[in-house]
């Protein structure tokens, strides 16, 4: 028996082979939503960026689930790591509103503030805050 003729001796395949193939469901949006997901939580240190990337990603979880089905593994997995993502964007931007001003109170750190800004900029932390922001944010106490 030739086995490379065999299809032609004894009919196609499909005939003998009556087992089902598998074809994995594909679910782009679910896809999506890890992808955005990991986005989020390797932006962190942006502030901004896991805000947009991690409501994407809840958004595409969603978006890909189905009645009747459990939701797939990487929407699953985008809405932890997306939930990480928009927990620390939120805290460093709690952190940055709300501490930071009255951090800038503190005479030792204020000057640490201006050193670091000559070293980077070339002028002191106030200019730059008044130049950028137009504004006088931060004023020395005491004088």
């Not at 089905?69 to 509103?97: E, H, K, Q």
């Not at 932390?125 to 950028?132: G, P």
Request: glycine share 6%; hydrophobic share 45%; aromatic share 14%.
């Amino acid at each position: 028996m030739d086995y490379f003729n065999w299809n032609e001796e004894y009919g196609s395949s499909a005939q003998h082979n009556s087992q089902p193939v598998y074809e994995p469901r594909k679910n782009t949006f679910a896809i999506a939503s890890c992808i955005f997901g990991l986005l989020a939580l390797v932006t962190i240190c942006t502030g901004v960026f896991p805000l947009v990337f991690g409501s994407l990603s809840i958004l595409f979880a969603i978006l890909s689930h189905r009645k009747g089905r459990n939701m797939d593994n990487p929407a699953i997995a985008g809405i932890a790591l997306s939930s990480i993502g928009l927990l620390f964007a939120v805290f460093i931007l709690f952190f940055t509103f709300k501490m930071l001003p009255s951090m800038l109170e503190n005479e030792d750190f204020r000057e640490q503030m201006n050193y670091t800004s000559q070293q980077l900029y070339g002028t002191d932390f106030d200019t730059i805050m008044e130049q950028y922001y137009d504004m006088g944010l931060i004023e020395r106490t005491g004088e």
